[in-house]
């Protein structure tokens, strides 16, 4: 019995080893069929993204032209716009310019044109201020007279009554005094036999008529002399304001 046991566990693990080494060669095999089929598939795989690649690269260096043939003509188009662009700036500032110097000469000859008016208007002016000047000084001297002819004429009646009055009074004086004058003679002799006792006839009193005599012809020559010079006066200030006084 033990011995029929023990063939039978030897022919078991002979089995599994015998399964076990299939096992490894059907996977070898397994390994080597995937290792062939994937070079086969990579073979083809390979041979389709070499096709795919050198289109690709055809395209890209097609593109990479095409761009760089639009880039030069864009960069083209821009120069040229932008020399255009400047032309007609620098057209624009140009004809600025010239209307801005236009318009500037245009002032310079109104503002030369101006200080010409203006000169002419400031020589003017200094004339008629002078002109004004002297003008106010006439009618400055005209109003002092005017004011004093006014003021004469309101007194002219009182003034021609004094010049009247005063010359009236002179011939008085005057007249007085020449009838003096010579009694003075007359008295002083009586004066004279009087201190002398020569004369009965001689009064006590000649020397004291005589004194008087004396004086009165003293104070008629003083207003002789007073009442002439108001009649100068006079004369000066109706010659002054232009009236005759002579009447």
């Known amino acids: 019995m033990k011995q029929n046991h023990s063939d039978e566990h030897d022919d078991v693990v002979v089995i599994e080893e015998r399964d076990k080494r299939t096992y490894l060669y059907i996977g070898i095999a397994a390994a080597i069929g995937l290792a062939l089929g994937g070079l086969v598939g990579s073979t083809v795989t390979s041979s389709k993204w070499e096709s795919a690649y050198h289109q690709l690269n055809k395209r890209y260096g097609d593109l ?6 639009q880039t030069n003509d864009a960069q083209a188009t821009i120069a040229k716009t932008k020399d255009s662009v400047q032309e007609q700036i620098d057209a624009a500032v140009a004809k600025v310019n010239a209307e801005k110097d236009d318009k500037i000469k245009a002032l310079e000859k109104q503002v030369s044109e101006l200080e010409k008016v203006n000169s002419s208007l400031d020589e003017k002016v200094t004339t008629q201020k002078q002109t004004i000047a002297k003008v106010d000084k006439q009618k400055q001297s005209l109003n002092r007279k005017a004011n004093l002819q006014a003021s004469v004429f309101e007194r002219s009646r009182e003034i021609f009554q004094k010049e009247l009055k005063t010359k009236q009074e002179l011939e008085q004086l005057q007249k007085e005094r020449d009838e003096l004058a010579p009694k003075i003679k007359t008295l002083k002799e009586e004066c004279d036999l009087y201190l002398a006792g020569t004369s009965w006839d001689a009064k006590s009193d000649a020397c004291d008529k005589q004194d008087e005599a004396k004086s009165r012809l003293s104070q008629l020559d003083q207003m002789i002399h007073v009442h002439r010079m108001d009649l100068k006066q006079i004369q000066a200030l109706t ?5 005759d006084g002579s009447h």
């Open 64 to 69: 990479k032209q095409e761009t760089h043939r």
């Open 239 to 243: 010659n002054d304001i232009g009236l």
